[in-house]
């Protein structure tokens, strides 16, 4: 069974720091994929990270995956309170069927 | 482009109440589903359909109906609610680009509550 986890659970951070959240899933996938969730809102397509090795960058966020180590990340350059947010990442299983992890509750305080 | 809507936003049943659930997608997508949101849990999968007419169980699909009959629309119905279908439900609509598949778009939500 795909398992897909998420570490931190929470973070809180100051404004200006950096960070990084992992998303692990156990078995193989070459696609993975970062959403943002706003309280009280839907979520919204950040990253697809389409093979070994691919890294994007929007702004102050930059996504990797690493399929053998079956490991993506998101890093957070220089938080800023707009980058408060849950981040999820999801990994699709080849069957149309996406697995999301439990989400990254992100607080940047000021 | 609308993108992704669910109607309606808001509702409260009474346990044994029936209700469906409406998304309707304007990108020509292939593929929708049907998530539920619960704190802590992420999003589980309830049913998905890969095409006009056809549906499948995804990881929660006991309490719950789906139904396809055209492409842009994906309907979710609850045939007789309980207090563990409390939750927010998210539709959503992907594609494929030669077999490969993509990021899903997700709708608003709705927020179900069974009293």
């Known amino acids: 069974e795909l398992k897909v986890e998420q570490n931190p659970l929470f973070l809180s951070m100051q404004e200006g720091k950096n960070y990084t959240i992992y998303c692990n899933y156990s078995?193989?996938?070459?696609?993975l994929y970062w959403y943002r969730q706003d309280p009280g809102k839907s979520l919204e397509s950040l990253f697809v990270l389409l093979s070994n090795g691919a890294v994007k960058q929007e702004g102050r966020l930059m996504a990797s995956l690493d399929t053998k180590a079956r490991l993506s990340t998101l890093h957070i350059t220089a938080a800023v309170h707009d980058l408060s947010a849950t981040y999820f990442c999801a990994v699709d299983k080849g069957t149309y069927k996406y697995i999301f992890g439990t989400g990254t509750r992100l607080k940047v305080l000021a | 482009n609308a993108g992704v809507t669910q109607t309606p936003k808001f509702r409260v049943l009474k346990t044994g109440q029936s209700m469906t659930l409406l998304c309707a997608q304007d990108?020509?997508?292939?593929?929708m589903y049907w998530y539920r949101q619960d704190p802590g849990m992420g999003l589980r999968l309830i049913h998905y359909s890969v095409g006009e007419g056809t549906t499948a169980k995804g990881e929660v699909p006991d309490g719950y109906n789906v139904s396809r009959l055209k492409k842009q629309n994906f309907l979710l119905g609850l045939e007789s609610a309980a207090p563990s279908q409390t939750s927010v439900y998210f539709c959503?609509?992907?594609?494929?680009?030669?077999?490969?598949?993509?990021?899903?778009?997700f709708g608003p939500g709705t927020r179900l509550t069974v009293l």
């Open positions: 959503a609509s992907s594609y494929s680009i030669s077999g490969a598949y993509n990021e899903q778009f």
């Open positions: 990108m020509n997508h292939e593929y």
């Open positions: 078995t193989t996938s070459d696609r």
